[in-house]
């Protein structure tokens, strides 16, 4: 890894610290150091250290580890936010990446948005009460707009995404953390040139389908108001929108869709426009494709004398487009990267999910939530 890297320990650094070239307080030996990032997800450095480590005095709350989060995300900052000592003379710490400080600041109450990705970015920047280091972009064009109120959308990190009406669900696209630099991109990743396969990267494999949630139709419409105050729905003749993939099973599972906010303000929804963005949708949200979630415990092969001058073949990071090929499970598939997790010690993933295209935090979050009440109906 380039020369600029003084140690593959994380570095230390004080909490108000503001020159991160430098060595800080010093690199900190630890057992144990990891970056876990999930795509559109959290973003948290864990380790382990000796409690007799020298400077283990110095490893405060709120201080700031610094710590590379994978092949391209380098030098990444994370504030401690947890210590814990455990009885064999260790202790964990974990950290949150410096972009969390979005989920600490205020939001205004009230904030309207009009425009482009950029243009959201930059006027939620200039809605966070507080002077704040973040730099924005995005490279998504389409036009949008949203509202946020202060009883749904609580801080600015809920704002980001996580939320219905953030600028994640209403513009999409993937985030990519860089310290305080925040990207909203089309695409974060790439098709990555490597393939995992079983005996040769793949060393343990583990793939969850999931069919018991898997829509194979959408019902769309919209809501207008006509001049007389009245609210109308639109549907299409017909009402439902099959996927191609509707006989692969028992029976139709229909997801309503509401399209109203395709429409302009004075614009009355068509059923051809609703027909078409129906088809887009099923398309792009690949209804009536199971969901699969591939887990995978694999050799980094771009770490390996053998690979070495094709080490940038090798590589694979967060949302990029990967082919998994595993004869035994009848898996040949291209899949993204949806989470990463990095050993900073190695220099190397310790292990990568390849899963659903499209999981968004705020449809992760539902999910939780859904997981969470079946848990306590069964502990009930």
Not at 75 to 81: A, S
Not at 251 to 274: C, G, I, M, W, Y
Request: hydrophobic letters at 35%.
């Amino acid at each position: 890894m380039g020369g600029h890297r003084l140690s593959k320990y994380p570095i230390l650094y004080k909490g108000d610290a503001t020159d991160f070239f430098t060595l800080g307080l010093g690199p900190i030996q630890m057992l144990k150091a990891t970056v876990t990032q999930e795509r559109n997800g959290i973003f948290i450095f864990e380790g382990e250290i000796l409690t007799d480590s020298p400077l283990f005095p110095l490893v405060l709350e709120n201080y700031i580890i610094k710590a590379d989060a994978d092949h391209l995300l380098k030098d990444q900052r994370f504030r401690i936010k947890r210590i814990v000592p455990n009885h064999d003379g260790k202790a964990e710490i974990y950290a949150e990446h410096v972009s969390y400080l979005s989920r600490e600041l205020t939001i205004k109450p009230e904030v309207s948005i009009t425009g482009s990705a950029q243009t959201a970015l930059s006027q939620w920047k200039a809605s966070i009460v507080e002077p704040n280091p973040f730099v924005v972009d995005s490279d998504i064009p389409t036009s949008n707009k949203t509202k946020w109120r202060i009883d749904k959308v609580e801080n600015p990190r809920m704002a980001l995404g996580g939320v219905e009406g953030s600028i994640l669900d209403v513009w999409g696209g993937e985030y990519r953390f860089d310290n305080y630099h925040i990207s909203l991109l089309q695409k974060r990743g790439t098709t990555a040139k490597t393939v995992l396969a079983y005996g040769r990267n793949i060393t343990d494999f583990e793939q969850e389908r999931n069919i018991a949630n898997t829509y194979t139709s959408i019902m769309p419409y919209a809501i207008y108001t006509d001049d007389k105050e009245n609210e109308i729905v639109v549907h299409i003749d017909g009402y439902v929108v099959d996927s191609e993939h509707i006989n692969k099973y028992p029976n139709r599972v229909v997801q309503a869709v509401n399209f109203s906010s395709e429409f302009e303000h004075d614009e009355v929804p068509t059923k051809a426009r609703l027909l078409a963005l129906a088809n887009h949708y099923i398309k792009a949200n690949e209804i009536g494709v199971p969901s699969t979630s591939i887990k995978v415990s694999f050799v980094d092969l771009s770490k390996s004398p053998d690979y070495a001058e094709y080490a940038f073949l090798e590589q694979v990071n967060l949302c990029d487009d990967v082919r998994v090929y595993y004869p035994k499970l009848g898996v040949n598939t291209v899949a993204k990267v949806i989470r990463t997790v990095w050993n900073v010690l190695t220099e190397s993933y310790d292990e990568i999910e390849i899963g659903q295209k499209r999981m968004s935090l705020a449809s992760q979050m539902q999910q939780q939530q859904q997981a969470i009440k079946e848990i306590n109906t069964q502990t009930n």
